[in-house]
C-alpha cells in the first residue's frame, strides 16, 4: 500500500539524515507528516475514500473544492453558464462600469433552439423618447400613489446582504431615481440612510413590526411605515426560489444589530413559519392588504408571490371582488428567482416559471375586470434591456431585480451566499470581507446600471415602433416551439377579455373558476 511506501521512506530519509547530511531531515518530515496523515486517513470512519485510499483520496476533496472555478473560467462557454451565463454578466458590468456593452462579428446563440424567443422589430421604427416613463401605482383605494421605475432593486434583506451593499443599493436607487425592496429582514438604518425610495415587506415573521409572540404589531408597522422615505409596503406571501417554506436564523447569527431590525431576541434562533398568522382564507388575505393600507396612510399596498395554483390566485380575485378591495400591486415571483439559500428540491420543482406565472396573474386580472385597478411587478432573472422588454410585453408592468443589482456591485457568481464567505463583500455579515465592498463606487455602479438598462430596454422598444410600454403586446414576442414552428406569445397564452371570467369562463378556465372559492385555498 502507498503508506508503507512513505512509511518505508521516511525510515530510510531519517537513516540517511543520521549517516550521510542533516538536510534529509527535509524529506523526513515530509514523509513524517504524509505518514501520520495517512494513518489518520486509514483510523477515521467518516469517508470511505480515504480509508480505501489513505493520502491519494484527499486529492479527491481538493479538487471539488476547486471545481467550480475551474467550471467558470475553464470550461463554460460563453451562453451556457448557470444560473446566469457569462455573456449577461459581461453586460451587467460593462453597463455598470459605464463602458459600451456591444460584441463584435454577431450573436453565439444557437437561433433555431427550441424554446428561443424573439421580440418583433417593426419596419417603421421610432426615435427613443426622451424622456424615461415611469408606472403610477396607486389604485382607487390609495391616497399616496408612487411612481415606480421601469427597473428596481428586488427583495433582500439586511443580514443576507452585508450593510455596506445595503448602502450601495439604496445610494444607487436615491441618485437613479428608482426603488429599492427591502426584503423581508426589516427595515434598517441602512435601507434609510441614504434617503432613497423603499418598498417595506413584510414576510412572515413580521421582522421590524411584531410583538413579543412574533405576531403582526400594527402599531409598530404604522409608526415605521409613516417615514417618507417608506413609498410602499408589501406582504411577501412566497419567494420564487423557495415558495411555501419557512425559514430558520441561527441565534449565534443574530447579533445585536441584526436582533434590533427585526425585533427579536440577541443570540436566540429565530424562526419563520412557512404560512401567515394574520389571514388563513383569500377574503381574510384581501382584507388583511386593506388594513396594511390603512396603517401604511394610504400608501400603495401589495403583496407578492410565486404562482403555483390557478385556482388559488382565481380565489384571490373572488374575493376582491366580493370585498370591493384591490391591492395596488401585485409582485409575481418567477421559480427562477434567486435567494441566499434554499433546499435544491424547492430550487429546482416548486412553483412556476416567471413566463407562465405572470401569464396567470395577468389573464386572471384582466378577466375578472381588475387588472386597471392593480399593477403588476415582476422578478426572476430581470438582468438585460431585452429581459425588461419581453416581461412589459407579457403583461407587466415594471420589473425588480436582484441578483443583477448583485452583479453590479461586484458579484462574480461565487455561490457562496450561504456560508458568509462572499468574497466580494456583497452577501456576507464578515466586516472584514465587507470592508472590501466600496460604498461610493459601488452606488455609482448600481446607478449606471439600472440606467443604462432602463435605456437600452427603450431602444428597443423603439425598434419594435413603441413609444411606450402600453404600446407592447404579447403578438410581439415570438417563441420557437419546435424545429419547423414559431408561435407568438398571444398564440401560447391565448387572451382573455376584460371580465370574460364574470361572463361565461373560456372552457380552459371554467373548471378552475368554478372551482375557486374566496373563503378557502382549495388545490
Given at each position: 500500500?502507498?503508506?508503507?511506501?512513505?512509511?518505508?521512506?521516511?525510515?530510510a530519509?531519517?537513516?540517511?539524515?543520521?549517516?550521510?547530511?542533516?538536510?534529509?531531515?527535509?524529506?523526513a518530515?515530509?514523509?513524517?507528516?504524509?505518514c501520520?496523515?495517512?494513518?489518520?486517513?486509514?483510523?477515521?470512519?467518516?469517508h470511505s475514500?480515504?480509508r480505501?485510499?489513505?493520502?491519494l483520496?484527499?486529492?479527491?476533496?481538493?479538487?471539488?473544492?476547486?471545481?467550480?472555478?475551474i467550471?467558470?473560467?475553464?470550461?463554460?462557454?460563453?451562453v451556457?453558464?448557470?444560473?446566469?451565463?457569462r455573456?449577461?454578466?459581461?453586460?451587467v458590468?460593462?453597463?455598470a462600469?459605464?463602458?459600451?456593452a456591444?460584441?463584435?462579428f454577431g450573436?453565439?446563440?444557437?437561433?433555431?433552439?427550441?424554446?428561443r424567443e424573439y421580440?418583433?422589430?417593426?419596419?417603421?421604427?421610432?426615435?427613443?423618447?426622451?424622456?424615461?416613463?415611469?408606472?403610477?401605482v396607486?389604485?382607487p383605494?390609495c391616497?399616496?400613489?408612487?411612481?415606480?421605475?421601469?427597473?428596481?432593486?428586488?427583495?433582500?434583506?439586511?443580514?443576507?446582504?452585508?450593510?455596506?451593499?445595503?448602502?450601495?443599493?439604496?445610494?444607487?436607487a436615491?441618485?437613479?431615481?428608482?426603488?429599492?425592496?427591502?426584503?423581508?429582514?426589516?427595515?434598517s438604518?441602512?435601507?434609510l440612510?441614504?434617503?432613497?425610495?423603499?418598498v417595506?415587506?413584510i414576510?412572515?415573521?413580521?421582522?421590524?413590526?411584531?410583538d413579543?409572540?412574533?405576531?403582526?404589531?400594527?402599531?409598530?408597522f404604522?409608526?415605521?411605515?409613516a417615514?417618507?422615505?417608506?413609498?410602499?409596503?408589501s406582504?411577501?406571501?412566497?419567494?420564487?426560489a423557495?415558495?411555501?417554506?419557512?425559514g430558520?436564523?441561527?441565534?449565534p447569527?443574530?447579533?445585536?444589530e441584526?436582533?434590533?431590525?427585526?425585533?427579536?431576541p440577541?443570540g436566540?434562533?429565530?424562526?419563520?413559519?412557512?404560512?401567515?398568522?394574520v389571514f388563513?382564507?383569500?377574503?381574510?388575505l384581501?382584507l388583511?392588504?386593506?388594513?396594511?393600507?390603512?396603517?401604511?396612510?394610504?400608501?400603495?399596498?401589495g403583496?407578492?408571490?410565486?404562482?403555483?395554483?390557478r385556482?388559488?390566485?382565481?380565489a384571490?380575485?373572488?374575493?376582491?371582488?366580493?370585498e370591493?378591495?384591490?391591492?395596488?400591486?401585485?409582485?409575481?415571483?418567477?421559480?427562477?428567482?434567486g435567494?441566499?439559500?434554499?433546499?435544491?428540491e424547492?430550487?429546482?420543482?416548486?412553483?412556476?416559471?416567471?413566463?407562465?406565472?405572470?401569464?396567470?396573474?395577468?389573464?386572471?386580472l384582466?378577466?375578472?375586470?381588475?387588472?386597471?385597478?392593480?399593477?403588476?411587478?415582476?422578478?426572476?432573472?430581470v438582468a438585460?434591456?431585452?429581459d425588461?422588454?419581453?416581461?412589459?410585453?407579457q403583461?407587466?408592468?415594471?420589473?425588480?431585480?436582484?441578483?443583477a443589482?448583485m452583479?453590479?456591485?461586484g458579484c462574480?457568481?461565487?455561490?457562496r451566499?450561504h456560508t458568509?464567505?462572499?468574497?466580494?463583500?456583497v452577501?456576507t455579515?464578515?466586516?472584514?470581507?465587507?470592508?472590501a465592498l466600496d460604498?461610493?463606487?459601488?452606488?455609482l455602479r448600481v446607478?449606471r446600471y439600472?440606467?443604462?438598462?432602463?435605456?437600452?430596454?427603450?431602444?428597443?422598444?423603439?425598434?419594435?415602433?413603441?413609444r411606450?410600454?402600453?404600446?407592447?403586446?404579447?403578438?410581439?414576442?415570438?417563441?420557437?416551439?419546435?424545429?419547423?414552428?414559431?408561435?407568438?406569445?398571444?398564440?401560447?397564452?391565448?387572451p382573455?377579455?376584460p371580465?370574460?371570467?364574470?361572463d361565461g369562463?373560456p372552457?380552459?378556465w371554467?373548471a378552475?373558476w368554478?372551482a375557486a372559492?374566496?373563503?378557502?385555498?382549495t388545490?
Amino acid at each position: 500500500m502507498l503508506w508503507t511506501v512513505v512509511a518505508g521512506c521516511a525510515v530510510a530519509a531519517v537513516a540517511a539524515a543520521l549517516l550521510v547530511s542533516p538536510w534529509w531531515w527535509t524529506a523526513a518530515a515530509v514523509c513524517g507528516a504524509a505518514c501520520a496523515a495517512a494513518a489518520r486517513d486509514v483510523l477515521q470512519r467518516r469517508h470511505s475514500i480515504l480509508r480505501a485510499y489513505p493520502v491519494l483520496g484527499r486529492l479527491r476533496f481538493a479538487m471539488e473544492a476547486v471545481r467550480p472555478e475551474i467550471q467558470q473560467y475553464f470550461v463554460e462557454r460563453n451562453v451556457d453558464g448557470r444560473p446566469f451565463d457569462r455573456d449577461t454578466r459581461t453586460i451587467v458590468y460593462q453597463r455598470a462600469k459605464g463602458t459600451d456593452a456591444e460584441e463584435p462579428f454577431g450573436t453565439e446563440q444557437d437561433l433555431y433552439r427550441s424554446g428561443r424567443e424573439y421580440l418583433v422589430p417593426s419596419l417603421a421604427p421610432c426615435d427613443v423618447p426622451d424622456r424615461v416613463p415611469t408606472v403610477e401605482v396607486g389604485g382607487p383605494d390609495c391616497s399616496r400613489p408612487y411612481a415606480m421605475a421601469l427597473l428596481n432593486v428586488s427583495a433582500m434583506s439586511f443580514g443576507s446582504l452585508s450593510a455596506n451593499a445595503v448602502l450601495a443599493l439604496n445610494t444607487g436607487a436615491a441618485r437613479g431615481g428608482f426603488a429599492q425592496d427591502t426584503g423581508e429582514g426589516g427595515l434598517s438604518e441602512y435601507h434609510l440612510r441614504p434617503g432613497g425610495d423603499l418598498v417595506w415587506e413584510i414576510g412572515t415573521g413580521y421582522f421590524g413590526c411584531r410583538d413579543g409572540d412574533g405576531a403582526f404589531d400594527g402599531a409598530q408597522f404604522a409608526e415605521k411605515a409613516a417615514d417618507d422615505r417608506v413609498k410602499c409596503v408589501s406582504l411577501k406571501l412566497g419567494q420564487g426560489a423557495k415558495p411555501g417554506i419557512g425559514g430558520v436564523l441561527p441565534g449565534p447569527k443574530v447579533t445585536a444589530e441584526i436582533a434590533a431590525v427585526r425585533g427579536v431576541p440577541q443570540g436566540r434562533t429565530v424562526l419563520s413559519p412557512p404560512y401567515h398568522r394574520v389571514f388563513t382564507t383569500p377574503r381574510e388575505l384581501v382584507l388583511f392588504i386593506a388594513r396594511m393600507r390603512e396603517l401604511a396612510g394610504g400608501k400603495p399596498t401589495g403583496f407578492k408571490l410565486c404562482v403555483g395554483s390557478r385556482r388559488q390566485f382565481l380565489a384571490v380575485c373572488k374575493a376582491m371582488r366580493a370585498e370591493g378591495v384591490t391591492p395596488d400591486f401585485i409582485v409575481v415571483d418567477g421559480a427562477e428567482g434567486g435567494t441566499g439559500a434554499a433546499p435544491l428540491e424547492f430550487a429546482d420543482h416548486v412553483g412556476l416559471p416567471l413566463t407562465d406565472g405572470l401569464a396567470t396573474v395577468h389573464r386572471a386580472l384582466v378577466g375578472t375586470g381588475l387588472r386597471d385597478r392593480i399593477r403588476i411587478g415582476v422578478s426572476g432573472k430581470v438582468a438585460t434591456g431585452s429581459d425588461l422588454v419581453k416581461r412589459l410585453a407579457q403583461g407587466a408592468d415594471y420589473a425588480n431585480s436582484a441578483r443583477a443589482m448583485m452583479f453590479a456591485l461586484g458579484c462574480i457568481q461565487a455561490q457562496r451566499c450561504h456560508t458568509n464567505t462572499c468574497p466580494v463583500g456583497v452577501a456576507t455579515q464578515d466586516p472584514r470581507r465587507a470592508r472590501a465592498l466600496d460604498v461610493g463606487d459601488k452606488a455609482l455602479r448600481v446607478q449606471r446600471y439600472q440606467e443604462a438598462t432602463v435605456r437600452s430596454a427603450l431602444q428597443i422598444m423603439a425598434a419594435m415602433g413603441v413609444r411606450d410600454p402600453s404600446g407592447l403586446g404579447p403578438d410581439m414576442l415570438l417563441r420557437r416551439v419546435d424545429e419547423h414552428t414559431v408561435r407568438s406569445h398571444a398564440e401560447l397564452f391565448p387572451p382573455l377579455a376584460p371580465g370574460e371570467l364574470l361572463d361565461g369562463p373560456p372552457a380552459a378556465w371554467a373548471a378552475d373558476w368554478l372551482a375557486a372559492d374566496p373563503d378557502r385555498f382549495t388545490v
